[in-house]
C-alpha cells in the first residue's frame, strides 16, 4: 500500500463574480454569475510509506488545495485519490485518525491554557485512553524537551516552544503520515535545526511518512530525499532533492565585507556584485564547479575580512531557476 | 480658527471613511426597523389596555422612534476605541500628535455620527409616519431647537462615554460601569419617558445626567413648547459642561500620571 | 455517542478553565447581563403599574415566566454552543479546517469550541427571576427546566441554521445576527403582541415559541398532546439543523468562496 496515491487529481472552484455597486449586488442575488477556477488540474503523484517529500511551488500554486484534498478537506473534482488506502473526503474520520497535520500559523493549542490541557483534549478526540496517553505525553515531553513549559499557558510560550507544542500535539496520536506546512516558518536557526532534528527522528523511529511544504530550502535539503515542484496546479518536477541541489540547490551566497576596498579576482564558477566601492561584495558560488571552501580561503587571505556570512538563495530564485530550465526541456 | 479646521478636517476625513462602510449602514437600518417594528407592536397591546399618562399613542411611537434614532446615531464604539487605546498604549504615541486627543476623537466620531443622524434621520421618519402617522402638533420651525437639544444629547453621552473609557487607567476592567450607564440611560428615557416612572423617581431622574441624553430631545420633539425647551436646554447645557470639563480634568490627570509612571 | 459526549465535556471544562483565566472580565460580563436584563423587567413593572391586569393576555408573573425561560435558555445556549453565532466566520475563513482534520463529528466539535463569558450571567438571571416569582411554585419551576432546555437546543439550532446558509450564500452573518434578534425578541413579549405572520414564523422556520410561550401555557393549563407535539417538533427541527448542516458542509470550498456579503 501507497501512503498517497492520486491519479488526475482536479480541483475546481465555482467562484460568484460580483461587480462592484449596489445594483449589481442586488442582481447578483437574484441571478449570480460564476466563473470556474482550475486550483489543482491532473496532478498525479505517489508517496511511498516512510518517505519525506517535499512539495513546492509558489503561493497559488494549488498545494494548498492539493493538501486539502489529500486531508478529506476538500471534495476533488476529477480524477482518484488514495491516502493510506482511504478516500479521504468519504472516509474523512477514519483517515484524520491516522495523519497528523500542523499548519503553519494555524494553531490546534488553546491560547490561555497550558499545552498539557490541549492534550487532553486530543486524546479524547483520538480515542486515546488516559493510561496510555499518560504515557505518550511523557515520551513526548522527553523527546521534545517541553517539560518546563508544559503546565504554562501557551500565549505566554516563545513561538519557538509554541511550535514544538504544536508539532508534539499533531504525533499525539502516532500519526502514520504528516502534514507539515511551513513547519519552520518564523523560528530562529538553532530552533529551524531542532524542529527538523525531531522530524527526521520520527520518520526513523515510527517509519512515518512526511509531506512537507516550505520556502526554507533548509528543510528540504535536510529532510527530504524527493522533492515535487508544482505551478498552475501541475508537476512542473518530479526528482531527488539530490538533483534538485547539484541543478539549483547547489549554489550558495556569500555575502562579506572587507576593512578597506578590495577587487575579488575573477574565479571559474563565483560570479561577483559589488557595492560601496568594493567594501561589501555579494559572491554566488557554485559549489559544483568550486568548493564552497575554496573561496572563503581565497577571501580571507585578502586578510580584511571583517564580516563573513553563507546563505541559501531565496525558494523564489530556486523555483524561478527551475521554471526557467524546465520550461525548457 | 486655524485649530478649528483641523478638527473639520478630520470629521470630514471620518464621514468619508463611515460613507464607504455601506455594509454597515444597510445592517443598521435594518436592526433599526426591526427594533421599531417590535416596540410598536407591543406598545399597541399596551395601548389596547388603557391609555398611559399624558402621551397618545401617535405621540408614545414617535418618542420611542426618537429615543432610538439617538440611540442608534450615537453608536460610534468611543468605549471601546478608548479602553483599547488605553490598554494596547497606543494613547501614549495619541497624546504627543499635535491634536488634543480628546477633541481629535470627538472629531474622529462626528463623520459616523452626522450620517447616522441624516440617513437613520430619514428612515426614522419613514416608520413613524408608517407605524403611527404624521405626529400631532408637529411644525416643521421646531427642528432647529430640537437640532440643537440633540446636539446636546450627542454631547452628554459621548463625553460620559469618554469618561467612562478613561477610568480603564485605573481600573483593570470597566466593562461594568460601561453597563451601568447604558442600562440607567435606557431605564431613565430610552425605553420610558421619564413621566412614566413612579412620581417618587421622576424628581430622582431629572436631576441626574441620564434622563438628558434620550427623554429630553424626544420630549421635545413630541411635545414641543417654548416653556418646554427653557425648562429643558439649560439642564442639558449644563451637563453637557459638566461632562466636557469632567472629561478634559481627568484626561489631563491621566497623562500626566502617564507621564510620571509609563504605559 | 459516548466518544462525542466525553469531547463535548472535555471541550467545556477547556472553555470554562479559559474564561476564569480572566476572572474578572467574566464576573463584569456576567452581571452586566443580569443587569441589563433587569431594565427589561423594570420597563414591564413601570408598564404593569400604569395599567395593571394584562397586557396581550399575558400578567406581570407570565411576563416574568418567559422572561426567566428566555434568559436562561439562551444563556444555556451560549454557555455549551456559542459557536453556533460563529460558523459564517469559519466557513468563509477556512477555519472550518482545523475541525474537519479531527476525527470526530464536526458539528460537535464546532458548537462546543466556544463559550460566552456573559451567557453565564444569562444562565444565572432566569433562576434569580424564578427564585424571586416562584418560589413556591413547583409547577413552574418544572416547565420552566423544560423551556430551559428546549430552548437552549432551539436557540442554538435556529442560529446555526442561518449560519449554516453561508455555505451556499456565502457570507451570512447579517442574517445570522438578525434571527437571533428576531427569536429573542419574538421570546420576550407576549406572542399574541405580533401579527399572525409573524406568529406563524415564530411556530414554524423559527420556532423559539416552543419552548418560551409553549410551556408557559402548559403551566398555566396542562394539555398532553400540546406537550407532545411540541416536544416532538422542537426534536425533530434539531435533527433537521444538523441535517442541513451536513449537507452544507459538502459545499465547504475551505475559504476558497469569494465572499459575497448578504
Partial sequence: MKAIETKDLGKTYRARVKAEGLAASFRALVRPQWISV???????????????????????????????????????????????????????????????????????????????????????IYEIDNAECRRRVAELTELFGLGEFLHTPVRKLSLGQRIRCEVAASLLHEPELLFLDEPTIGLDVVVKQAIRELIARRNREHGTTVFLTSHDPADIEQLCRRAVVIDHGGIVLDASVERLKSDYLGKKLIDVRFGTPQRIPALPGVTVSSESGGQKATLTVDTAVRPIGDVMERLSMTGNVLDITINNPPMEDIIAAIFQKEAVR | MKKLRKYAVIARVSLKNAVAYKASLFSRFVFYTVFIYVFVMLWRAIYKEGSVNGYSYAQLIWYLIFTEYIGFCCGTGIFSTMNEDVKSGAIAYLIGRPAHYVFYQFANSLGLLLLNLCACGLLAAVLGLVFAGPLPGFHISVLP???????????????????????????????????????????????????????????????????????APSRLFVDYSPALFRALIPRQALWAAVSVVLVLLCYRGSVRRLQLNGG | MKKHLKIAACLFRLNLASALEYRSSFLTQAFGMALSNSSFI???????????????????????????????????????????????????????????????????????????????????????????????????????????????????????????????WGDASMIGQLTTEFVINFSIYPDKIYGPAVRALMYSLLPIGLAIHVPLRLFRAFSPLTALAALGASLLYCVLAGVFFSRGLRRYESGNIMATRL
Avoid at chain 1, 485519490?81 to 482511504?86: A, E, F, K, P
Avoid at chain 2, 420610558?192 to 434620550?214: C, D, M, R, T
Avoid at chain 3, 430551559?148 to 442554538?156: A, E, M, N
Wanted: glycine content about 8%.
Fill in chain 2, 145 to 215: 431647537p430640537l437640532l440643537l437639544s440633540v446636539a446636546l444629547a450627542v454631547v452628554i453621552n459621548f463625553f460620559f462615554l469618554m469618561l467612562i473609557g478613561l477610568s480603564s487607567f485605573v481600573m483593570e476592567d470597566n466593562g461594568a460601569l460601561f453597563f451601568i450607564y447604558q442600562k440607567l440611560t435606557f431605564m431613565l428615557g430610552m425605553f420610558l419617558p421619564v413621566e412614566f416612572l413612579p412620581s417618587w423617581l421622576q424628581p430622582v431622574a431629572k436631576s441626574l445626567p441620564f434622563s438628558y441624553v434620550y427623554w
Fill in chain 3, 42 to 168: 423594570f420597563f414591564w413593572w413601570i408598564a404593569f403599574q400604569q395599567l395593571g391586569g394584562y397586557i396581550a393576555g399575558y400578567s406581570f408573573q407570565d411576563v416574568l415566566f418567559i422572561w426567566a425561560t428566555t434568559s436562561s435558555a439562551f444563556g444555556l445556549a451560549n454557555v455549551l454552543f456559542a459557536n453556533a453565532a460563529n460558523v459564517t466566520k469559519l466557513i468563509v475563513s477556512g477555519e472550518l479546517d482545523a475541525y474537519l482534520l479531527q476525527p470526530c463529528n464536526v458539528l460537535v466539535n464546532v458548537l462546543c469550541a466556544r463559550t460566552s463569558l456573559s451567557a453565564y450571567g444569562d444562565l444565572a438571571y432566569g433562576f434569580i427571576l424564578m427564585g424571586l416569582a416562584y418560589h413556591d411554585t413547583a409547577a413552574a419551576w418544572l416547565w420552566f427546566f423544560v423551556g430551559v432546555l428546549l430552548g437552549s437546543l432551539l436557540f442554538s439550532a435556529v442560529t446555526l441554521t442561518a449560519h449554516t446558509l453561508s455555505f451556499y
Fill in chain 1, 38 to 124: 482550475d486550483a489543482v488540474r491532473g496532478i498525479s503523484l505517489n508517496v511511498e510509506q516512510g518517505e519525506m517529500l517535499a512539495f513546492i511551488g509558489p503561493n497559488g500554486a494549488g498545494k494548498s488545495t492539493f493538501i486539502k484534498m489529500l486531508c478529506g478537506i476538500l471534495y476533488p473534482t476529477a480524477g482518484e485519490l488514495s491516502v493510506l488506502g482511504l478516500s479521504p473526503a468519504r472516509e474523512r474520520r477514519k483517515l484524520a485518525m491516522r495523519i497528523g497535520t500542523v499548519f503553519g500559523q494555524k494553531s490546534q493549542l488553546w491560547l490561555h491554557l497550558p499545552a498539557v490541557d490541549s492534550f487532553t483534549l486530543l486524546a479524547a
